[in-house]
């Protein structure tokens, strides 16, 4: 992969071309663009994407972004949702200019409609709903009339009045434009504005019973807020028909709409329905369970926001759907925590070695905590007469070439000294119970004057000082690169065997101190953060990320 670039020798996106090119003709003085989640689900990777560019390209050019919950949709939506919205665009370092809420606009929106009903350019339709599917043609065929679209405005205005005042069922009657039945987009064969819903909302609470749909909503409150740049996915392309029509129709401030192509990654799903199943049927723990793709789990995970900015800078932005490796992503976060995270030593799977010439009690050695990081500092190591290894790093019978431990051949332990190792004890069943060494005082690491040179550097924790930890390491949580375009329900791709879970680990002291926000690189193992599901009793890692690429499940 290609070393990061400065932010100077980067090209611009498409979507940067046109900004710039709107600010050197004139059309705009200044840029405002704005993030639209509906409060349904917590934000994923795909929406990071377009957080990122949808305040990354105002910030380039010197202009702001809006925060505007996209709350139309009673039914689904919740004050829990908005809330992770907030904390995950402040985590992932951007702030907005404003925090709206399309239902701010209800009463604005209710009197675009009156405007277009005076003018007759909407009307109250009876027809059913599948009805009114029946009658919208196809994209070959022209759609049919319906009998209500000649109502006159004042007829229109009435029962429009009586369908906010609750006089009517759900689906009895509806509000449409009146554009075009044939019209080759699809959208605008007199589309719906209003239906009627008897929910709750989670900030007009019973206010309403009539909702604006998406198309009679988004573009208006676009419109209010004078955005000049606003930015959605390719799927709205045939709605910016709509979106201009009802601009023109309102004779509002002229945003426009940009679209560009939905940011998919491979292994995972990166729909907010599909999320909420995998959490509804307990597939996995929660929305920030750190295999999911949504911020709130990648956080919890160990990735950091410098890592999924890069990651979307360098997927970038595409005017075509494709799919993005989750390995970039990866490649992404190891380059940063390489550079950032404090190094400490944990032994996975123990064996107990004895150093059988060491006789005093203990003493304190010191480690650098990130050799990439000059004014790091170091940490306290202690070392005493037992200790624990690898299990995997001694060998009985060692093939040539094997620079770890092995009876008769020497080896350095990490910031320690060099032990050279002389016997095992073993139990009644041949398992090795202990590995005897001898340590050489004169090799200690900084200050060695053994001349001994040894090619193996292992890591270690001394026994009576380690912590007991659990270390979780996650795999892919698909066993197919795009679960959702394959056949059938994407939740039988699931891979059931995503978690590995190491519950007797050991881990060197100065981990009893590690926050939930740090990161560390656990020596020749990978890189991990401590879990919210850490106690006084037990600390929880989670890997974030292997030392190397690998598709390996093992958790050694
Ligand atoms: P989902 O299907 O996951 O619910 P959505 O598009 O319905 O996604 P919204 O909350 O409506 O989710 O999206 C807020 C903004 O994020 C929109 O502008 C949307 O286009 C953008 N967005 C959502 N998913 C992606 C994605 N995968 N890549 C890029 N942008 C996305
Ligand atoms: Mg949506």
Redesign the pocket.
């Known amino acids: 992969m290609e070393p990061l670039k400065k932010e100077e020798e980067r090209s611009l996106n498409f979507i940067e071309e046109i900004i710039e090119n709107d600010l050197k003709s004139g059309k705009h003085t200044s840029i405002l663009t704005r993030?639209?989640?509906?409060p349904n689900?917590y934000l994923?990777l795909?929406?990071a994407?377009?957080i990122w560019l949808n305040f990354g390209v105002a910030q380039k050019f010197g202009g702001k972004t809006n925060l505007r919950f996209?709350d139309t949709n009673p039914v689904t939506e919740d004050t829990e949702y908005v809330e992770s919205i907030k904390e995950d665009i402040r985590w992932l370092g951007y702030t907005w200019a404003n925090e709206f809420y399309a239902s701010d606009y209800f009463d604005k929106i209710y009197a675009f409609a009156i405007q277009l009903i005076m003018q007759g350019d909407a009307y109250v339709d009876d027809l059913t709903p599948e009805e009114i599917a029946e009658q919208k043609g196809t994209p070959t065929e022209p759609g049919k009339n319906s009998p209500f679209r000649d109502r006159l405005p004042a007829e229109n205005l009435e029962l429009f009045a009586q369908m906010k005042a609750g006089k009517f069922e759900e689906g009895a009657k509806i509000l449409r434009a009146k554009i075009d039945m044939s019209s080759p987009n699809m959208l605008l064969r007199d589309p719906i504005l209003y239906r009627i819903k008897f929910a709750h909302h989670h900030r007009t609470g019973d206010q309403w019973c009539i909702y604006p749909m998406y198309d009679f909503a988004h573009g208006q409150s676009d419109a209010i807020e004078n955005i000049t740049h606003s930015i959605?996915?390719l799927e709205f392309i045939p709605h910016r028909a709509m979106y201009d029509w009802c601009i023109a129709k309102l004779n509002l401030y002229p945003s426009h709409q940009y679209e560009f192509a939905?940011?998919?990654v491979s292994y995972t799903v990166?729909?907010?329905?599909k999320l909420l199943q995998l959490v509804n049927e307990n597939h996995v723990k929660g929305w920030d369970d750190p295999r999911m793709p949504t911020i709130a789990g990648m956080r919890r995970r160990g990735y950091t926001p410098a890592a999924i900015r890069e990651f979307c800078e360098r997927a970038g932005i595409a005017k075509r759907d494709k799919l993005n490796e989750i390995s970039l992503l990866e490649f992404c976060v190891r380059e940063e925590l390489n550079k950032t995270s404090f190094r400490r030593m944990v032994v996975f799977n123990p064996v107990k070695v004895v150093i059988t010439n060491f006789t005093q009690e203990e003493i304190f050695l010191e480690g650098e905590n990130n050799p990439e990081e000059e004014n790091s500092g170091v940490r306290l190591l202690p070392f005493s007469k037992e200790l624990y290894i690898e299990r995997d790093d001694f060998m009985e019978n060692p093939p040539k070439k094997f620079f770890r431990m092995a009876v008769g051949q020497s080896v350095r332990l990490k910031s320690a000294y060099i032990v050279s190792c002389h016997g095992i004890v073993k139990d009644a069943e041949g398992n090795i119970l202990e590995i005897h060494c001898h340590y050489i005082p004169e090799s200690k690491s900084g200050s060695d004057t053994s001349g001994l040179k040894v090619q193996g550097t292992l890591h270690w924790v001394s026994i009576k000082h380690a912590l007991s930890v659990e270390l979780r390491a996650y795999d892919r949580l698909f066993k197919m690169e795009n679960p959702a375009i394959e056949e059938g329900d994407f939740k039988q791709y699931i891979n059931t065997d995503s978690l590995h879970i190491i519950s007797n680990a050991y881990a060197e002291p100065a981990l009893k101190d590690a926050t939930e926000s740090q990161r560390f690189q656990f020596l020749r193992k990978g890189y991990f953060c401590k879990d919210k599901d850490s106690t006084d009793h037990k600390l929880v890692f989670n890997r974030t990320v292997t030392l190397k690429e690998s598709f390996t499940k093992e958790v050694k």
């Not at 993030?35 to 509906?38: N, R, T, V, W, Y």
């Not at 990166?270 to 329905?273: E, G, H, L, Q, T």
Request: one cysteine or more; a positive charge.
């Open positions: 993030f639209p989640p509906e689900g994923h795909g929406h994407s377009s996209d959605c996915t939905r940011l998919n990166m729909s907010k329905r």
